[in-house]
């Protein structure tokens, strides 16, 4: 058996046992599901240990170079004149999917152990957390557009009742708006996937096909066809293969999210759960990135290197914006959805630099962000729990009454403002040095746009650091009195066995960024050689 | 031969490994240690501490005035570059990792004592290991990259240090101020390294700023543009690259802005004196000895690549710098707020004398601005503990900082005043003092740099010896308020017990160590010739042009002719209470006594306007992005209303229509079958009637 296919469906098993489980046995669910996280985290493990890496393993236009590759035929309908129609169970990975996979499935475990939390109706949210988990997986390893969309689009399902049902006064209004900004972005996506399907065929059987990588191909194109390179096809007067690509980028970039698209995320994140959250700013944002990558610049090239400008600049909008946003705000929960934004801007700009440093920028990014805003959404899970606010300005003083969770606040806050030593720092710098050297590589970005970029970097300490003044340092004072007091315990063995990980994972990856760097370069190599040649 | 001398300096290498990573090990042991005030961890720490001063000294003895040691290894490969880690070795990195071993050890010693009490013991030691390692590593570094790293950890060290009484609200607002100025600097610097590599490919400080500096011999000017004909270090062979020449300014401007964030220039001088809230113990290393003197070290470091302008523009600024904080110092009241400025204003002569050329100069000054400011700090930490200690027995109600409840100390603590006699004589810089030495080198340079330049020029040579006799002034008050005459204190309070000493000899040692190394011996044997120092001559690349010589002479006699003179004027003013010559309602004077009001500047024009940008921005998220998805959520819900409305009305309606007539047909149609046969009969004449008429009409 594939270990992918293992990893994708094994909690979908695990979420048939627990509903099969009578609810009498409802506290043992978040054990099930932990035992489901880790097995997949065991396995992720295997499969990052046994990744091979060298020039013949680079993957993205090559499907032989893929690894733990599985294609099944899975749709197969003869429709006569219009040829047959050819969908396929297809997995596989390389190296822009590796470490995000590893990444998620790690953070599916902290998420697993946030669920604690959760009080009310069990089964329910532990079936629907483990179809999430099914759906996340399945995206990065997807490499069949018809499949990937499946997952993608199956994301959405259980996120909207997690936040939905389980959420906090406003959930209803933020699970709807969710729901409805992500929908809008992937009903025009399936769109702009039919186009691909009928302008692309498979050049062993001559059929059309869903198959990511031979879209990458322009000889696989059909001469005529609406996305065709050479036919240069019109759509309403606009190159078609602009607004396929354009109508993508919308539709991962509401995942990103890059502003302006992106309220609904604070909304999302300040009426979810704590292991929504997690699960919402540390997976569910890298597939925005990831589909950014694989799907609007892989399918796209020539588009993207025409448009780099246009990504850089709303990377650096996000970064500033993101962050300036971020020092208006009251509420911890959306402080750190805003810190998100901003953090994500950077992904964005290591893209657009199409430069190997870039890219590796926003790759390390990407897996620097997933494992440290899961820190700092459990973080802000600590204290709402105990009090039931999270309000920055109804607390003073947390470092006398809490100290070891001050200490991992202080650790999660200075890796996420970009403290050399741990891994934020090498993704944010790495993501400028390549927005820089573009001017001179491949001309896409300008110089000021680093620069630009460098100034969120000094917004991010300000408004870290602001929040560390105001609600841990100085005398005590809080705004529930005594009654808090005795409620804000510090943290418990559960919460420390789940941080201490989180922590020294980002500082590893800080001191060793080539636990990621050595298993994404050849792939990284090769996708900019790839984007050269357009 | 070669392999022989390949041996010894791989073990060099590993002997500073060792140095910089003790602390580390320190730091690491400390954190685990349990409890909070654990008198283990002071030893562990000043035990690193003395290990690594070992070390370097041996590093130091093997580098200096010898060949450089280079090594590195590759830390990891992004794409197709690889990033290497390692150690350079050279006059510069050997002086600056002994010097801040030399400071190091004392302070740690004077600490296990200054700190017994304190709840935080652990957490002290801790931090003050991280910050020696982070100082140790810069000061090797061989590459940029981790050049920055190491740059920004020292400031997180000192951010952690600074805010240590995090209970305090003055500390905790000090920290984020000092961190947030600093990173100013930080994102100066990485720009700045950012355009170095985009232009030479490389981060390796060697290549770029060594002896072969690529940067000086290779790259160069030519109708605004930077040229680096370079093909061996970047991606595109063969091809001339260049630059707007806009953009090396803008990479000395990134590195000015780190420096001054460092080094506490104008105009992100002003964290310094706040960050006077950390532990004395710390402001005496890391905010007057090392870390603020990293600043001037990156200058050091990226000497090559500033033309004439810019460093025109260093001087300018270090000029304006030593002469502003010198006239702060003039007012203030609390002690370490006055040496806090009196740092600035000496590091302000660093920044010029690396502006003016002075090189070794500029680095000397460093050296032995380290030894007798942390000196005075040391001292100011002792006055202020047996201050605080008259305080706490009599539950006084003072400041324990503010010199004006001071006074006539010298006989109390005899030690400690003539070391601070000793720091404060260094600092005006008279003769047989270390800082005679080298302030007089910066001086006379100075001068010399301004001959033959227009008038405009001279103002910095003259700004700096006005700074001199400031300097010369405000040591004098300090040094009279805090030791001769009476205790103020007693005037108020005048029961109060006093029970003041020297203190033990965690004290004394120190103190001893570091007024030893504010002496001229230490750095040379002449006494009023800077030429002859061994540090001056290691740094100094030619010789004196002649006319030095009148310089030579007439600059120092001056100066201290007049420096004593004003010493004399303050100590009859200060010591004999007789007369004022200040008047507290003076412009002058308010503008030094707050300190020209450079904060309140900043309060009102940058971090206000930010504020409210940032509410702004987040308004705009609510009302305007927000508004505008509602009302696309309105349209919709509009639409969909519509569509409700034409499906019940229009589509609805139609087919009810349609079925209402069908009905109203089917009632009509209905009578006709009534069941009566009179009805049947009628309906057909009727029938037959209509046929014959339609028959007969048509």
């Given at each position: 058996?594939?270990?992918?296919?293992?990893?994708?469906?094994?909690?979908?098993?695990?979420?048939?046992?627990?509903?099969?489980?009578?609810?009498?046995?409802?506290?043992?669910?978040?054990?099930?599901?932990?035992?489901?996280?880790?097995?997949?985290?065991?396995?992720?493990?295997?499969?990052?240990?046994?990744?091979?890496?060298?020039?013949?393993?680079?993957?993205?236009?090559?499907?032989?170079?893929?690894?733990?590759?599985?294609?099944?035929?899975?749709?197969?309908?003869?429709?006569?004149?219009?040829?047959?129609?050819?969908?396929?169970?297809?997995?596989?990975?390389?190296?822009?999917?590796?470490?995000?996979?590893?990444?998620?499935?790690?953070?599916?475990?902290?998420?697993?152990?946030?669920?604690?939390?959760?009080?009310?109706?069990?089964?329910?949210?532990?079936?629907?957390?483990?179809?999430?988990?099914?759906?996340?997986?399945?995206?990065?390893?997807?490499?069949?557009?018809?499949?990937?969309?499946?997952?993608?689009?199956?994301?959405?399902?259980?996120?909207?009742?997690?936040?939905?049902?389980?959420?906090?006064?406003?959930?209803?209004?933020?699970?709807?708006?969710?729901?409805?900004?992500?929908?809008?972005?992937?009903?025009?996506?399936?769109?702009?996937?039919?186009?691909?399907?009928?302008?692309?065929?498979?050049?062993?059987?001559?059929?059309?096909?869903?198959?990511?990588?031979?879209?990458?191909?322009?000889?696989?194109?059909?001469?005529?066809?609406?996305?065709?390179?050479?036919?240069?096809?019109?759509?309403?007067?606009?190159?078609?293969?602009?607004?396929?690509?354009?109508?993508?980028?919308?539709?991962?970039?509401?995942?990103?999210?890059?502003?302006?698209?992106?309220?609904?995320?604070?909304?999302?994140?300040?009426?979810?759960?704590?292991?929504?959250?997690?699960?919402?700013?540390?997976?569910?944002?890298?597939?925005?990135?990831?589909?950014?990558?694989?799907?609007?610049?892989?399918?796209?090239?020539?588009?993207?290197?025409?448009?780099?400008?246009?990504?850089?600049?709303?990377?650096?909008?996000?970064?500033?914006?993101?962050?300036?946003?971020?020092?208006?705000?009251?509420?911890?929960?959306?402080?750190?959805?805003?810190?998100?934004?901003?953090?994500?801007?950077?992904?964005?700009?290591?893209?657009?630099?199409?430069?190997?440093?870039?890219?590796?920028?926003?790759?390390?990014?990407?897996?620097?962000?997933?494992?440290?805003?899961?820190?700092?959404?459990?973080?802000?899970?600590?204290?709402?729990?105990?009090?039931?606010?999270?309000?920055?300005?109804?607390?003073?003083?947390?470092?006398?009454?809490?100290?070891?969770?001050?200490?991992?606040?202080?650790?999660?806050?200075?890796?996420?403002?970009?403290?050399?030593?741990?891994?934020?720092?090498?993704?944010?710098?790495?993501?400028?040095?390549?927005?820089?050297?573009?001017?001179?590589?491949?001309?896409?970005?300008?110089?000021?746009?680093?620069v630009?970029?460098a100034f969120?970097?000094l917004?991010?300490?300000?408004?870290?650091?602001?929040?560390?003044?105001?609600?841990?340092?100085?005398?005590?004072?809080?705004?529930?009195?005594?009654?808090?007091?005795?409620?804000?315990?510090?943290?418990?063995?559960?919460?420390?066995?789940?941080?201490?990980?989180?922590?020294?994972?980002?500082?590893?990856?800080?001191?060793?960024?080539?636990?990621?760097?050595?298993?994404?370069?050849?792939?990284?190599?090769?996708?900019?050689?790839?984007?050269?040649?357009? | 031969?070669?392999?022989?001398?390949?041996?010894?300096?791989?073990?060099?290498?590993?002997?500073?490994?060792?140095?910089?990573?003790?602390?580390?090990?320190?730091?690491?042991?400390?954190?685990?240690?349990?409890?909070?005030?654990?008198?283990?961890?002071?030893?562990?720490?000043?035990?690193?501490?003395?290990?690594?001063?070992?070390?370097?000294?041996?590093?130091?003895?093997?580098?200096?005035?010898?060949?450089?040691?280079?090594?590195?290894?590759?830390?990891?490969?992004?794409?197709?570059?690889?990033?290497?880690?390692?150690?350079?070795?050279n006059n510069l990195s050997?002086l600056m990792?002994?010097l801040v071993?030399?400071i190091?050890?004392?302070?740690?010693?004077?600490?296990?004592?200054?700190?017994?009490?304190?709840?935080?013991?652990?957490?002290?030691?801790?931090?003050?290991?991280?910050?020696?390692?982070?100082m140790?590593?810069l000061a090797?570094?061989?590459?940029l990259?981790?050049f920055y790293?190491?740059w920004?950890?020292v400031g997180?060290?000192s951010?952690?240090?600074?805010?240590?009484?995090?209970?305090?609200?003055?500390?905790?607002?000090a920290?984020?101020k000092a961190f947030i100025m600093n990173r100013i600097g930080d994102i100066g610097l990485l720009t700045a390294i950012?355009i170095i590599?985009?232009t030479?490919?490389?981060?390796?400080i060697?290549?770029l700023f060594g002896p072969?500096s690529?940067i000086k011999s290779?790259s160069f000017f030519n109708k605004g543009e930077w040229f680096?004909?370079?093909?061996?270090?970047?991606?595109?062979?063969?091809?001339?690259?260049?630059l707007d020449a806009i953009w090396q300014y803008v990479a000395f401007g990134g590195i000015f802005l780190a420096v001054a964030a460092k080094s506490a220039q104008f105009p992100l001088h002003t964290w310094l004196p706040d960050a006077m809230?950390?532990?004395?113990?710390?402001s005496a290393l890391i905010h007057a000895a090392t870390m603020v003197a990293a600043g001037v070290f990156l200058l050091g470091r990226v000497y090559p690549m500033f033309n004439n302008t810019e460093l025109t523009i260093l001087a300018i600024i270090g000029c304006f710098t030593a002469f502003m904080a010198a006239t702060i110092a003039l007012t203030q009241n609390d002690l370490k707020r006055i040496l806090a400025y009196s740092t600035i204003s000496q590091l302000g002569y660093m920044i010029m004398a690396m502006g003016i050329g002075a090189y070794s100069s500029s680095l000397f000054h460093l050296v032995t601005h380290a030894f007798f400011k942390c000196l005075l700090f040391?001292v100011a930490?002792?006055?202020?503990?047996?201050?605080?200690?008259?305080?706490?027995?009599?539950?006084?109600?003072?400041?324990?900082?503010?010199i004006?409840?001071?006074?006539?100390?010298?006989?109390?603590?005899?030690?400690?005043?003539?070391?601070a006699l000793i720091g404060g004589l260094a600092l005006i810089g008279l003769p047989f003092t270390s800082g005679y030495l080298s302030k007089d080198g910066i001086l006379i340079q100075a001068f010399q740099w301004s001959e033959g330049k227009s008038f405009v020029y001279m103002l910095i040579p003259v700004f700096a010896l006005l700074t001199t006799w400031l300097t010369a002034f405000y040591v004098t008050r300090l040094i009279v308020k805090v030791?001769?005459?009476?205790?103020?204190?007693?005037?108020?309070?005048?029961?109060?017990?006093?029970?003041?000493?020297?203190?033990?000899?965690?004290?004394?040692?120190?103190?001893?160590?570091l007024?030893?190394g504010s002496l001229f011996?230490f750095f040379a044997?002449n006494p009023v010739a800077y030429e002859h120092s061994w540090l001056f001559k290691a740094f100094s690349t030619g010789s004196s042009p002649a006319t030095e010589r009148v310089f030579h002479i007439v600059v120092p006699v001056g100066v201290n002719i007049l420096s004593v003179l004003v010493i004399y004027g303050a100590y009859v003013i200060y010591a004999g209470?007789?007369l004022n010559p200040f008047s507290p309602a003076g412009a002058l004077w308010r503008l030094s006594f707050n300190e020209w009001y450079f904060d309140r500047f900043y309060n009102k024009y940058i971090i206000k306007p930010l504020?409210?940008?940032?509410?702004?921005?987040?308004?705009?998220?609510?009302?305007?992005?927000?508004?505008?998805?509602?009302?696309?959520?309105?349209?919709?819900?509009?639409?969909?209303?519509?569509?409700?409305?034409?499906?019940?009305?229009?589509?609805?309606?139609?087919?009810?229509?349609?079925?209402?007539?069908?009905?109203?047909?089917?009632?009509?149609?209905?009578?006709?079958?009534?069941?009566?046969?009179?009805?049947?009969?009628?309906?057909?004449?009727?029938?037959?009637?209509?046929?014959?008429?339609?028959?007969?009409?048509?």
């Open positions: 058996m594939n270990i992918l296919t293992l990893l994708i469906f094994t909690p979908i098993l695990f979420a048939l046992i627990i509903a099969l489980l009578p609810s009498a046995w409802r506290s043992s669910f978040k054990f099930v599901t932990l035992l489901a996280t880790l097995i997949q985290l065991g396995m992720s493990i295997w499969i990052y240990y046994n990744f091979k890496t060298g020039v013949s393993f680079a993957g993205i236009n090559h499907e032989s170079q893929f690894q733990f590759l599985q294609k099944l035929p899975w749709i197969n309908l003869d429709l006569g004149a219009l040829g047959k129609m050819q969908i396929d169970y297809f997995v596989g990975i390389d190296g822009l999917s590796i470490t995000l996979l590893v990444m998620t499935s790690f953070v599916l475990v902290i998420a697993a152990l946030a669920s604690w939390e959760i009080k009310s109706n069990l089964k329910g949210f532990f079936v629907l957390f483990l179809i999430l988990d099914m759906a996340v997986i399945g995206v990065f390893c997807s490499l069949d557009f018809f499949l990937f969309y499946i997952f993608y689009e199956l994301m959405l399902l259980p996120l909207y009742f997690l936040i939905g049902m389980w959420g906090g006064a406003r959930r209803e209004y933020a699970a709807i708006k969710f729901f409805l900004y992500t929908l809008f972005g992937s009903v025009f996506m399936l769109l702009v996937m039919i186009g691909l399907y009928l302008s692309v065929t498979d050049p062993a059987t001559g059929n059309h096909t869903f198959n990511i990588i031979q879209m990458m191909n322009p000889a696989n194109y059909q001469p005529d066809s609406v996305f065709s390179v050479l036919s240069h096809q019109t759509i309403f007067g606009m190159p078609a293969r602009t607004i396929g690509f354009v109508i993508l980028f919308i539709a991962f970039a509401i995942k990103v999210p890059v502003v302006p698209l992106h309220t609904w995320l604070p909304d999302a994140h300040v009426e979810a759960p704590t292991p929504v959250s997690i699960i919402l700013a540390g997976i569910l944002l890298k597939v925005g990135g990831y589909g950014i990558i694989r799907i609007c610049v892989g399918i796209f090239p020539e588009i993207a290197h025409a448009d780099a400008y246009w990504l850089g600049l709303l990377g650096v909008i996000s970064i500033i914006y993101g962050a300036l946003n971020a020092l208006a705000q009251q509420d911890l929960k959306r402080l750190i959805a805003y810190s998100s934004v901003s953090h994500m801007g950077f992904v964005l700009l290591g893209i657009a630099s199409l430069t190997t440093e870039g890219l590796s920028g926003a790759v390390m990014q990407m897996v620097s962000h997933g494992f440290l805003s899961t820190m700092l959404f459990f973080l802000a899970g600590v204290v709402y729990n105990r009090v039931h606010d999270r309000g920055i300005t109804h607390f003073r003083g947390l470092a006398t009454i809490m100290p070891k969770y001050t200490a991992f606040v202080v650790v999660a806050f200075f890796a996420s403002l970009g403290l050399p030593g741990f891994s934020a720092f090498i993704g944010e710098a790495f993501s400028l040095t390549g927005a820089f050297k573009s001017a001179s590589v491949n001309g896409v970005l300008p110089y000021w746009m680093a630009c970029g969120g970097i917004l991010g300490a300000a408004y870290f650091l602001w929040t560390l003044q105001r609600m841990f340092f100085g005398p005590v004072n809080l705004k529930g009195g005594s009654v808090w007091k005795t409620a804000l315990t510090d943290l418990n063995f559960r919460e420390k066995i789940t941080l201490l990980p989180l922590a020294l994972l980002v500082l590893v990856l800080g001191l060793m960024p080539s636990l990621v760097f050595d298993k994404i370069n050849d792939s990284v190599v090769t996708f900019i050689q790839f984007l050269r040649l357009k | 031969m070669d392999n022989f001398l390949q041996a010894i300096d791989t073990l060099t290498i590993k002997f500073t490994l060792a140095a910089v990573l003790l602390p580390l090990l320190a730091f690491i042991i400390n954190l685990a240690i349990p409890g909070k005030n654990n008198k283990i961890t002071g030893w562990i720490s000043t035990g690193a501490i003395l290990a690594s001063t070992v070390l370097s000294v041996f590093v130091f003895s093997r580098v200096w005035n010898s060949h450089q040691v280079h090594q590195l290894v590759t830390w990891f490969t992004i794409g197709d570059t690889k990033v290497y880690a390692g150690v350079l070795l050997v990792l002994l071993n030399l190091a050890l004392p302070v740690h010693i004077y600490s296990t004592a200054y700190m017994n009490n304190d709840k935080g013991y652990n957490r002290y030691f801790a931090f003050l290991s991280l910050f020696c390692f982070s140790l590593a090797v570094a061989d590459n990259v981790l790293i190491f920004e950890l997180f060290s951010y952690l240090l600074i805010g240590f009484w995090f209970t305090r609200d003055k500390a905790v607002q920290n984020k950012l590599y985009a030479f490919h490389t981060f390796d060697n290549i072969n690529i290779i680096t004909p370079l093909t061996g270090y970047f991606t595109i062979p063969g091809v001339s690259y260049h809230e950390g532990p004395t113990s710390v040391l930490g002792i006055v202020i503990h047996q201050m605080a200690h008259v305080r706490d027995d009599n539950k006084l109600n003072i400041d324990p900082q503010s004006l409840n001071m006074g006539g100390l010298r006989k109390k603590m005899p030690l400690t005043f003539i070391t030791f001769f005459g009476d205790l103020r204190l007693l005037k108020t309070y005048p029961s109060a017990k006093l029970h003041i000493t020297d203190g033990g000899w965690q004290y004394s040692v120190p103190l001893v160590i007024a030893a011996p044997l209470k007789k504020m409210a940008l940032c509410r702004g921005v987040f308004r705009f998220d609510r009302r305007v992005i927000d508004t505008f998805i509602h009302s696309i959520a309105y349209a919709g819900m509009a639409l969909a209303k519509l569509a409700a409305w034409t499906d019940q009305y229009i589509i609805d309606g139609f087919l009810y229509l349609v079925t209402d007539i069908v009905k109203a047909i089917g009632n009509f149609a209905r009578r006709f079958q009534g069941g009566k046969v009179q009805y049947y009969l009628y309906s057909m004449l009727v029938v037959i009637l209509v046929i014959f008429l339609l028959k007969t009409l048509i």
